[in-house]
Each structure stands twice: as structure tokens, then as C-alpha cells.
């Protein structure tokens, strides 16, 4: 891309080959480029949900493009990224209501880093908008959510979808480990153990009002109306069921995909047979798979979930023991975490003729190896999938939810992979999909 080409004629163009998986180029791409001084050389971004990991989001993406609005509903997030010499640079402009942001025509590409519960709702309507997105994991809140998201990204398959996995850019640990089992150096794997640590105990928590400058009811969207609680709000609302699934979603978007990438339980019609939450525990007191008390945190905080696979690999998402992911196979054991990668088939290299570029770029969809957000932007302007790709992550979320609807039951439950149903329990059933609260609806795109 020259600095000659309009940043409208490129994102036009570019967005006709977004879906196409080839690693042809159609557009010379580089970070340089995306970072040049001229305006028309660099696509025009919004940030919706500007908090911590949000503004670090919006860092990321500022050296790829101009950060033209920010919104947030919390009035001291969005006023302190607007004025945030890495972000806003006090040009930005700020929005309370994310499709102010949406309705702008200039944005080619928006970054989402709200609360899960709000995740796939901005999406969809980012996709139908026609931007390009980037969004913070866990993507999604029920297994409801992954067939409507995996609905818009087939229909308006020329937009680029990337999810803030960024373990799938670590090259040295989790890709290393994911080309071994791959590459069958570890044997049959038999069982994985996916230590995830365990969610927050706390509460009773004080009830009042909001304070000034957040809108709760908008903070709250499709989750039912309830009182203001401090630590409902901002981080600590991912130990709270009715806007994540604790810690099976919050890591478990992270080690679960890589456990079944490494697997090859990310495809259509993957995934677990068997769940078994009967060894979970939570902070409150439980009634029908719901938390009788609204004044705790209700997510799991000690668990131990089997996952069995038709292949007869048992995968156990577990709070005890080092947070991180160990495969056991015929071979030989691995483990492997976001600080290291130990065992016999590292220390003795297993790998060592079997794990080179070729092997990263097929790991990257046939690209070169390179940042999670270069990634995003790079198929942006060549097309392709990105690394973190909507499909496979929901096949990992599945695992994540179901593990969450396992453990709040207390029980064993069925799931058939291939028509992505709860067989034989109702009850379980049940928490496929959530009522959305009128006015906060998630859109169905056919």
C-alpha cells in the first residue's frame, strides 16, 4: 500500500479478499505503512470500552491506524483516553453510546473491549456497519451467542474478525507446544490438564447508587436490572454469572482454545461428548443452577470439570494446582504457560527438525509470523483469516460454557457436537441461550 492510495479506495478493495484464506498478496503490507505520517495511508479506528485493557487495546492499535473516537460508559474512562497522548491525543472524539462510533462513515475499524456481555451485540452491529473488528475474549456469553456470531461473520464475510486471543502469537510457547502435539512428537495424547485458576470470593457486597458519570443501565444491556455493587462493575464483573462465566471463560478463552487447537477439536462439529462439573464449588449458595443471594460473587472459585472427547482424550479444567496447560501423551508430557515451556520433548528438542517458519506460517494461515494486531491488519490488506478466528474460537468457548453450565448444575451432562445440543437434560438444556433484557436485543443476521 503507497501513501498514495487513498485510505477509502484500499479499505473498498481490500475489504472484497477479507474472507479469502490465500496467502496471494493484494496489497504490499507493511507496519510502517499503516504508521506512515500521511493520513491517507492509515484506516480511521474507533475504541469502544476505553478501561484498562481496553486503552492498552487501543495503544496496540494506534500504530496502525488514527484513533478518531473513543466511547466508554464510565465518563472517566473515555475522558482519560480521549486526552491519552497514546490514544485520543485530545483529538478523539468521545462518545457515551458505542453507535455514535458505529454510525461514523470515516471508521473502517473498531476495537470492542466492554464486559463479555456486551461483546457480541457491538460486534454484530459493527459487522452490519460495515467496520472491520476487533474483540477482547471471551467473545462470547452463552453457547446462543456463538451461532449468532458465527452467522454475521459468514454473512458479511468481507470484514475481518479478529479475537483478542494473543496467545496464538506467542511463538516461542504456546505454538511451539500446539506444532509438537500436532506433529504427534508427544504420541496419543491421553489427557490434558488446563489449570485456569480459580474465580474471586466475595461479598456480601454493599448496595448504592451509581456513581456520577457511569451509566449502569447502559453498563448493564441485556443483563437483568439490578441494584448498583462497586465490584459487579468494571473488572470484577467476570465473577459474576450474569456477565461472564468466571474463570471458565475469563482463562479459559485462553488455555481451552490452545488445548484444543493443539488438539484438533476446533473444526465443525468438534468438541467435548462429556462434561463433568460435579466437583465444583462456588462462593454462594446455589438453587437450580442459580446463585440464591445477588449481593456475592457467584462464579466458581474451585473446581476440577472433566471434558471427554469421542477420541478418548479426557481434558480436566481445573482451578488447583499451576495455572497453565500440560499435555500427557504415549511419549511423553509437556507443559507449557505464558512463562515457559518445560519437559523431556523440550529439553531433549523432539522438535528440532519440525519446527521452523513453514511451521508458523501454517500455524498463521499460511502468513508470516508476526504481532496479534499486525495479524489483524495484515489481513485486512491481503485477506485471509486471522489467527484468532471467530469459528475455532467458539469451539473452545463451547467447552468454556459448558464446563460453567456443568459446574453450576453440579452434575454430568451430554453434548453433541456435531448439532451443538445438551441431549437428555432439559434442565441443562435450558442454558443454551439467555433472555435479553427489551432494548438491549442481539441482532439475528440470516
Not at 57 to 72: E, L, R, S, T, Y
Not at 74 to 102: F, P, T, W
Not at 123 to 148: R, S
Amino acid at each position: 500500500m503507497t501513501q498514495k492510495q487513498s485510505r477509502r479506495s484500499f479499505l473498498q478493495t481490500s475489504g472484497a479478499f477479507a474472507a479469502a484464506a490465500t496467502a496471494q498478496t493484494y496489497f504490499p503490507w507493511t507496519e510502517r505503512a499503516f504508521s506512515a505520517d500521511s493520513p491517507n495511508a492509515r484506516p480511521k479506528i474507533g475504541c469502544i470500552g476505553v478501561g484498562s485493557m481496553g486503552s492498552g487495546d487501543a495503544k496496540g492499535h494506534a500504530n496502525f491506524g488514527d484513533i478518531v473516537a473513543v466511547c466508554d460508559v464510565d465518563e472517566g474512562h473515555r475522558g482519560r483516553a480521549k486526552n491519552d497522548g497514546g490514544i485520543g491525543k485530545g483529538k478523539a472524539d468521545s462518545y457515551e453510546d458505542y453507535r455514535k462510533v458505529l454510525e461514523r462513515n470515516d471508521i473502517e475499524v473498531v476495537s470492542v473491549v466492554t464486559p463479555d456481555h456486551w461483546h457480541v451485540k457491538i460486534a454484530i452491529e459493527a459487522l452490519q456497519a460495515g467496520k472491520h473488528v476487533f474483540c477482547q475474549k471471551p467473545l462470547t456469553l452463552t453457547l446462543e451467542e456463538n451461532n449468532l456470531i458465527r452467522a454475521a461473520c459468514k454473512k458479511y464475510s468481507n470484514k475481518v474478525f479478529l479475537v483478542g486471543t494473543q496467545q496464538r502469537s506467542d511463538k516461542d510457547r504456546f505454538l511451539r507446544a500446539v506444532n509438537m502435539v500436532q506433529k504427534g512428537l508427544l504420541g496419543e495424547i491421553k489427557k490434558v490438564t488446563v489449570g485456569i485458576n480459580g474465580g474471586d470470593v466475595g461479598g456480601p457486597f454493599k448496595k448504592s447508587e451509581p456513581p456520577a458519570g457511569l451509566n449502569w443501565d447502559f453498563w448493564l444491556g441485556q443483563a437483568p436490572k439490578v441494584d448498583y455493587i462497586k465490584e459487579r462493575c468494571h473488572y470484577q464483573f467476570r465473577w459474576w454469572y450474569e456477565y461472564s462465566g468466571g474463570k471458565f471463560t475469563d482463562w479459559g478463552a485462553h488455555h481451552v482454545d490452545i488445548a484444543q487447537w493443539a488438539l484438533g477439536e476446533t473444526g465443525p462439529g468438534s468438541g467435548p461428548i462429556e462434561i463433568d462439573g460435579t466437583d465444583a464449588k462456588h462462593p454462594c449458595d446455589y438453587k437450580d443452577g442459580y446463585a440464591v443471594q445477588d449481593d456475592k460473587y457467584n462464579s466458581s472459585h474451585d473446581f476440577a470439570v472433566k471434558c471427554k472427547f469421542a477420541s478418548g482424550t479426557e481434558m480436566v479444567v481445573t482451578s488447583r494446582g499451576d495455572n497453565g496447560i500440560l499435555f500427557e501423551g504415549s511419549k511423553g508430557r509437556m507443559f507449557v504457560n505464558r512463562g515457559k515451556i518445560t519437559g523431556a520433548p523440550i529439553d531433549e528438542q523432539w522438535d528440532k527438525d519440525q519446527w521452523g517458519e513453514a511451521d508458523l506460517m501454517r500455524l498463521y494461515k499460511d502468513k508470516k509470523f508476526e504481532g496479534h494486531k499486525n495479524n489483524f491488519y495484515r489481513c485486512i490488506a491481503e485477506g485471509g483469516l486471522p489467527v484468532s478466528d471467530v469459528f475455532t474460537h467458539c469451539q473452545a468457548m463451547a467447552t468454556c460454557h459448558l464446563s460453567a453450565i456443568a459446574a453450576r448444575l453440579g452434575k454430568v451432562i451430554k453434548w453433541d457436537p456435531k448439532a451443538e445440543q445438551i441431549v437428555g437434560d432439559p434442565q441443562a438444556a435450558a442454558f443454551f441461550a439467555r433472555e435479553q433484557r427489551k432494548g438491549f436485543e442481539i441482532p439475528r443476521v440470516s
